[in-house]
């Protein structure tokens, strides 16, 4: 988790939020923390909303927002 820490936390545009967000999506389970590292790391440019889109668009992003909607 520290590795996708700092790399979040290099982002150019990124910020508070935005990190803890995809630190709460990664540490949900091994697969989605080595996917998020891996993605930043094979684009180097990201911005944080591309890593945001890139999030939403995982087939298990919907697991954590409908579980959202219920709390």
């Known amino acids: ?15 508070f939020e935005f990190v803890s967000a995809m630190e709460h999506y990664a540490q949900k389970n091994a697969a989605r ?15 944080s909303a591309d890593v945001i889109k890139f999030v939403s668009d995982q087939p298990d992003f919907a697991d954590d927002a409908a579980y959202m909607r219920v709390c």
Do not use: H
């Open 1 to 15: 988790m520290e590795e996708l820490r700092k790399l979040l936390n290099n982002i150019d545009d990124s910020y």
């Open 33 to 47: 923390l080595e996917m998020l590292t891996a993605y930043i790391k094979r684009n180097p440019g990201v911005k």
